[in-house]
């Protein structure tokens, strides 16, 4: 029974690390460029590693940066879309790693992937207003 309680508390924990990451998957996606990029021209490791930081930190910043500027709402709406597009992609994903030995239909397969995609897009949408709130607002 222990086993079974352990089983279930890590793939809830992994569950929940894996939406926190799904979350910034624009900023992971150009940190992981960046660090490419500057280890393939010949730098060290430790180079890289600050590239791939820089790289993350610049593409949040630019996009808050657009949302605390920009006074267009469609302008505002498409830097959303933008951080938000990966995180759709890795929610479904994510899902789709973890329901697709579960459902045999591929209607219902993709449907609950896309919604989980969906759900995921709108968290990172409303986490990166958030942020980007607080930022400005200081």
Do not use: W
Request: charged residues 5%.
């Amino acid at each position: 029974m222990t086993l079974i309680l352990l089983a279930i508390s890590l793939s809830v924990t992994l569950c929940v690390l894996a939406f926190n990451f799904a979350i910034y998957a624009l900023p992971v996606m150009a940190g992981i460029s960046a660090f490419q990029f500057v280890h393939a021209a010949g730098a060290g490791f430790g180079p890289s590693a600050l590239a791939a930081l820089g790289g993350a930190a610049f593409s949040v910043g630019l996009v808050i940066a657009i949302l605390g500027f920009a006074r267009n709402p469609f302008l505002r709406l498409v830097a959303l879309g933008v951080f938000a597009a990966p995180a759709a992609v890795a929610g479904y994903a994510l899902a789709h790693g973890l329901a697709k030995n579960a459902l045999e239909s591929e209607i219902a397969l993709n449907l609950l992937c896309g919604t989980c995609g969906l759900i995921v897009a709108v968290a990172a949408m409303t986490n990166l207003s958030a942020l980007g709130e607080d930022v400005l607002s200081r």
